[in-house]
């Protein structure tokens, strides 16, 4: 929008979009009418329609042909019943073929590879919902046990309005400013699930508007299905509008950890051994990184004192794992935390000397990507191609994965960009009947391989990399999972959900019959 226009000029416009039937291309170029008796304000301005087009991923675009910003979960209904060809409003009803566009619900846009665009369709803007629900974005309940969340409110959000009360959701991502449907139509991981589980497993109830229209509102118990299918089903089975999320007691500080090891082997043993604690000493999250002197090496996290000896020590090695733990507390914890992070620590296999704490306020410590993302946007970094490849390993192959891809590929190259995580969890908290898929093991690796294009490095060639990665894991065996993943071809898809993909189709078939959402994952198209 231009700046500042007089009221009575937004006025007209509105009402000019709102009489004007909209004609919004289809994925075969044909022009489709949205009719007036919709009532449904769809947006088609260049600004508009180049948001919707671009992700994180900075990779691909694609333009949609137009976007709703909705007021209401109804007028999403609204969209897809017409989108099924099933048209009734005002009175009026009547049934025809689909007209044949393809509609994306869209929170963040931080997919990789246009998983939430919608080309030629109708991209729906999930933050229009969040702003506009009543009576809030994020309700606690008034036991504080959980909070009824919408689906577009990002979960910054989430934390901000729990901590008011007291409490905060238990499982996080590395990075807040995602949506909670977005993460929630993958998994949502990070360094609390091997104790908690994944984001999709701390969920009591979701509202869903099925790809047929439908508002349903589903759990474990009522309508199952569905409950457990869009958990991980990438967009496929509905748009989430509400989502009630587990809250628990939240601590007020966080002794935040970084322990070096130059030893891969030392480093798993203990990550393995911290996971596996059943008791209250244990930490409550849990990853891991590489440093690599063929990259750039982050000493920020260290006390400027001893930057220089843990840059020597990466360069001495080569390669340093990175054990990153943390054990929240509060005032009544407080008198016995040091003891309890001594007796944490004092068995572990690492170097003396290179235990590194710092103490910081729990929020700070779960936004703690958020600083990354300021430093990279300052430096023209955030906003470049960024070929991220996310995957589970099974731990009983770790070692050979250790071998052939970090010391193989990676360490061979002559520079390595970016961030790479590499931590274990547990599988005991996932739920098979949901759509995410984790490898057959009790315990599996988390790998991120978090790389940037820019400067002298173009994303196909960190692509390549990546490419090798995967080729090496197919030639020796090991099965692996990727997490975040964009197949274009059939038979990945179906290798991927192996055991699953009968559900997986059988659910698009009872909830999306027309194949018309979220057409970005590319796995009906
Ligand atoms: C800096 C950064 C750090 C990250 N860290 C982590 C991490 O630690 N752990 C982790 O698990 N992930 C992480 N991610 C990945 C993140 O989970 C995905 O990008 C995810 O897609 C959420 O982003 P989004 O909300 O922008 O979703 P979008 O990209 O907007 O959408 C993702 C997919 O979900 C669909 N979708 C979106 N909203 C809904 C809805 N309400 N109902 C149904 N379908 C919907 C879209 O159509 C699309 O197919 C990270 C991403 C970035 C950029
Ligand atoms: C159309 O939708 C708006 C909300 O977007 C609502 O205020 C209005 O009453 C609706 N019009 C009709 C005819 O239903
Ligand atoms: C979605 O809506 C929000 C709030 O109105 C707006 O700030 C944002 O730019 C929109 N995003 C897209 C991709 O249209
Ligand atoms: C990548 O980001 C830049 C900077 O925001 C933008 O100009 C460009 O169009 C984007 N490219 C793609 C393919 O999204
Ligand atoms: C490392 O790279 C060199 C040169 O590209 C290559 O010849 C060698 O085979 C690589 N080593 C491994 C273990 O992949």
Redesign the pocket.
């Known amino acids: 929008m231009t700046t500042n226009p007089s009221l009575s000029i937004i006025t007209l416009m509105t009402l000019l979009m709102c009489l004007t039937p909209t004609l919004i291309k289809s994925e075969e170029g044909i022009d489709v009418l949205l009719p007036i008796s919709l009532n449904l304000t769809v947006l088609t301005d260049p600004f508009s329609i180049s948001a919707a087009s671009q992700d994180f991923g900075n990779i691909t675009s694609e333009n949609p042909g137009a976007v709703l910003c909705p007021s209401s979960p109804a007028e999403v209904a609204r969209l897809l019943r017409f989108a099924n060809g099933d048209f009734s409003y005002d009175g009026e009803s009547t049934t025809s073929s689909s007209p044949g566009f393809k509609v994306a619900a869209r929170g963040q846009g931080h997919s990789l590879r246009g998983q939430a665009s919608a080309p030629g369709g109708i991209v729906v803007n999930m933050t229009c919902l969040a702003k506009t629900a009543k009576p809030a974005a994020v309700v606690v309940s008034a036991d504080g046990t959980y909070a009824d969340v919408a689906a577009g409110a990002m979960w910054v959000e989430v934390l901000e309005a729990a901590l008011k009360r007291g409490v905060s959701p238990v499982s996080f991502t590395d990075y807040l400013y995602l949506s909670v449907g977005g993460t929630l139509s993958n998994a949502g991981i990070g360094g609390n699930v091997f104790r908690h589980g994944p984001q999709i497993s701390n969920v009591h109830e979701l509202d869903v508007i099925t790809g047929k229209g439908d508002m349903v509102t589903c759990s474990p118990k009522l309508h199952p299905e569905l409950f457990y299918g869009v958990l991980g089903g990438l967009g496929q089975f509905g748009i989430i509008t509400r989502a009630r999320i587990a809250l628990d007691h939240a601590p007020t500080r966080v002794k935040w950890l970084r322990i070096l090891y130059s030893d891969f082997s030392a480093f798993t043993k203990d990550q393995e051994r911290l996971i596996s604690m059943g008791n209250d000493l244990r930490v409550d999250f849990l990853e891991g990184q590489l440093m690599m002197s063929n990259g750039i090496v982050d000493t920020s996290f260290f006390p400027l004192s001893d930057q220089t000896r843990v840059t020597s020590l990466v360069n001495d090695h080569r390669i340093i794992y990175v054990l990153e733990i943390a054990k929240y507390y509060d005032s009544t914890t407080l008198p016995i935390i040091d003891q309890v992070i001594d007796r944490l620590t004092r068995n572990l296999g690492f170097p003396s000397g290179f235990m590194f704490v710092q103490d910081v306020p729990y929020f700070d410590f779960l936004n703690r990507v958020r600083n990354e993302e300021d430093k990279l946007r300052s430096i023209g970094l955030w906003e470049v191609p960024h070929p991220w490849l996310n995957m589970f390993v099974p731990r009983s192959r770790i070692l050979d994965f250790h071998e052939g891809v970090i010391?193989?590929?990676l360490l061979?190259q002559t520079s390595t960009s970016g961030v790479t995580l590499f931590y274990p969890t547990n599988r005991n908290k996932w739920n098979n009947l949901m759509s995410a898929m984790i490898p057959n093991e009790d315990v599996f690796y988390v790998i991120g391989f978090l790389q940037s294009a820019g400067g002298s490095n173009n994303w196909e060639d960190l692509q390549n990399l990546n490419d090798r990665i995967i080729n090496f894991c197919d030639n020796s065996g090991i099965n692996i999972k990727e997490y975040l993943m964009h197949y274009t071809r059939k038979e990945d898809w179906i290798k991927h959900f192996g055991p699953k993909w009968n559900d997986f189709l059988r659910r698009k078939m009872m909830f999306d019959p027309e194949k018309l959402l979220s057409p970005g994952q590319d796995i009906f198209n």
């Open positions: 010391k193989g590929l061979n």
